[in-house]
């Protein structure tokens, strides 16, 4: 079974851009966390996206929002570019959308890189 | 408020020898307990969890951790480590209710001297 997939897997952007970032889950998996992780700050979570709905997000700003689509696969998108969204995008995958403690599977990550 | 503490940030250790990466959580509702690994340029892989039941859990590449409710710690241990278990290790909480989302610490760097 294949696991999770990131693309691109490095991204070099400009401050003020935008960019998108794609997350393809475990085949089967419905539920996609995605985290933000900074030698600063550690690992973030960002949101989390069950059944093409968001259902929980984290201490982010608006600039930051994801979606999900009818095959699970998810994007996570970021305007407005500021130095300091530089970080490696990880998203996590998971069967189901229960409360306890399914295991999540997180992908390689997208390190973004903004000049 | 809900939170991981892990209480070393760098841990040294000599090949063979036994290792500890110590955890603490805060939290006023029931916990899922989880220890993550991380090589570099890599995403994270799981090595235990802690769910319910036995509170030693017994997790991949010989590692243990051990849940105690009444001092609020899941710490790692292995008894004999390897070069190849230099990495980051971070522990991570999930909070009944929250659906997927995992609270981390902010990580351990174990490095393993030959």
């Known amino acids: 079974k294949a696991g999770v997939t990131q693309t691109p897997r490095y991204l070099i952007k400009t401050r003020g851009q935008q960019v998108t970032l794609s997350c393809s889950p475990i085949?089967?998996?419905?539920?996609v966390s995605w985290y933000q992780q900074t030698p600063g700050q550690g690992l973030q979570f960002l949101f989390e996206y069950f059944s093409e709905t968001q259902r929980n997000k984290g201490n982010f700003p608006g600039r930051f929002s994801g979606r999900q689509f009818s095959n699970s696969r998810s994007e996570m998108n970021v305007s407005t570019l500021e130095l300091g969204d530089s970080a490696l995008y990880l998203c996590a995958s998971s069967w189901t959308g229960s409360t306890t403690g399914n295991e999540q599977f997180f992908g390689p990550g997208t390190r973004l890189t903004v000049l | 408020a809900q939170s991981v503490t892990q209480l070393d940030s760098q841990v040294p250790v000599f090949e063979e020898a036994p290792v500890e990466l110590r955890c603490n959580y805060s939290s006023s509702v029931s916990v899922y307990l989880f220890w993550y690994v991380q090589y570099p340029n890599q995403g994270l892989q799981l090595l235990l969890k802690y769910l319910s039941g036995s509170t030693l859990v017994k997790g991949i590449n010989g590692f243990e951790a051990e849940f105690n409710k009444s001092q609020t710690s899941f710490h790692l241990r292995k008894p004999s480590v390897h070069i190849s278990d230099t990495a980051e290790y971070f522990c991570a909480v999930r909070f009944s209710g929250g659906y997927n989302k995992l609270i981390f610490g902010a990580g351990t760097r174990l490095a393993v001297h030959p």
């Open positions: 085949s089967g998996h419905r539920s």
